[in-house]
């Protein structure tokens, strides 16, 4: 993620008296009002969850499959696509995105306040994929048309007891991509821990193994988040919780399959 600080949308959802008062509303979700302020807290998140390495993982060293070396290629690919905003391609997958999550609301532009609604700093989406690149999108996108169900439900905060202020949807989901990235150090030649040697099996048994473990981390730190009575300002510790349940699950003895982790069975079609 980029560090730097900036700005962030935070999700304040309305209820009674504060409809009454005259606040802003989104029309697509449960009523909300936008609120700016500083990323840092995004960064510190990141930092202290995604870079918190064991020595003792430094010195595994795992030897893999021909079929485990050509999925982590293929991976690692699409990770080092960075998100272009004049690239026609990527610009049809951000349509997409828009579509999916809100379908029959026109969008009026690549560029404008609607995308607000989905939880992205500002009006223009392409400034968030810095941190997570294009498959940032892409994973947004396999949620939205895999599990809507689900992917609704989050993006329009319908579960729990929920906070005041909520987590902004749309940057949280590139945050979860790059904490998986480096969870499972997917960057590296080969794996250089337990946790990123089992995902490597899951890949091989599921090219989009990725995808759906980034669903079910985004149901997971979502649950997690109701658990906790979480507000925004506890991300970072919501997200530690859910890397530590992802790497618990990971390393259970019956893990053949993606679909195998417990926390699977959060997600809804």
């Known amino acids: 993620m980029d560090r730097n600080a900036g700005s962030f949308v935070a999700v304040r959802r309305l209820v009674g008296t504060d409809r009454a008062a005259g606040a802003v509303a989104f029309h697509h979700s449960s009523s909300a009002e936008v609120v700016t302020g500083s990323t840092a807290w995004i960064g510190r998140g990141l930092s202290c969850v995604c870079a918190q390495g064991r020595e003792s993982d430094a010195r595994l060293s795992f030897d893999l499959t021909p079929v485990q070396e050509g999925c982590l290629q293929r991976l690692q690919n699409r990770i080092e696509v960075q998100y272009d905003g004049s690239n026609t391609e990527h610009q049809e997958e951000l349509k997409a995105l828009w579509c999916a999550s809100f379908p029959g609301t026109e969008l009026r532009g690549l560029i404008s306040e609607q995308w607000k609604e989905m939880g992205w700093q500002g009006k223009d989406p392409s400034t968030d994929f810095r941190g997570g690149g294009f498959i940032s999108l892409e994973n947004l996108l396999f949620f939205a048309r895999n599990y809507s ?21 749309a940057v949280a989901g590139v945050n979860i991509t790059f904490m998986l990235i480096q969870m499972l150090d997917l960057q ?61 699950e990971l390393l259970l003895e019956d893990i053949q399959r993606i679909e195998d982790m417990p926390s699977y069975k959060l997600l809804a079609r």
């Open 149 to 169: 169900k689900s992917f609704q439900e989050l993006l329009r905060k319908q579960n729990g007891d929920r906070a005041i202020w909520e987590y902004p949807f």
């Open 188 to 248: 590296a030649v080969k794996p250089r821990s337990l946790f990123g040697a089992v995902f490597l099996k899951l890949l091989s048994e599921n090219d989009r193994a990725f995808d759906i473990l980034y669903c079910i981390t985004f149901k997971l730190m979502d649950q997690q988040w109701l658990d906790m009575h979480a507000t925004y300002m506890d991300f970072n510790t919501v997200m530690k919780s859910t890397r530590r349940q992802l790497e618990r």
